[in-house]
């Protein structure tokens, strides 16, 4: 599950995903839509494909990506049960935490 959220924690890499939730697009296409290098976009394609959150089909000389939504979806539904959240179970009881008391 860190891998998809090292995937998420950087806004260029969401939004290779907005896009390939529309379709499957070539490496050529998708970086077309950034201001950076091909290589730096190469980066962002390794570890989306790392996490497991795009396919990637290359013919020839062309790479074409897609979105894996199940992948996804299963990691921010593991993500949201460690806090209670699905899967029919109620949220644990809310705990207080209080300050320790300095010594002195």
């Known amino acids: 599950m860190s891998e998809i959220f090292k995937a ?7 939004r290779v995903l907005q ?3 529309e379709r499957p697009m ?3 296409e998708l970086a077309e839509r950034f201001p ?3 290589a730096t976009m190469s980066a ?3 570890v989306l494909r790392e996490a497991d959150l795009v396919a990637s089909d290359k013919r020839g000389t062309t790479i074409t990506y897609s979105l894996k939504l199940s992948v996804l ?3 921010l539904l593991a993500f949201a049960e460690t806090f209670g959240i ?3 179970r109620a949220p644990a009881a809310a705990t ?3 300050p320790r008391e300095e010594k002195g």
Request: hydrophobic share 35%.
């Open 86 to 88: 699905g899967a029919g």
């Open 44 to 46: 962002h394609f390794a």
């Open 96 to 98: 207080t935490v209080t």
């Open 73 to 75: 979806e299963d990691g």
């Open 36 to 38: 950076f290098s091909k």
């Open 19 to 21: 896009l390939l939730r």
């Open 8 to 14: 998420l924690a950087d806004p260029t890499r969401r």
């Open 26 to 28: 070539t490496a050529g």
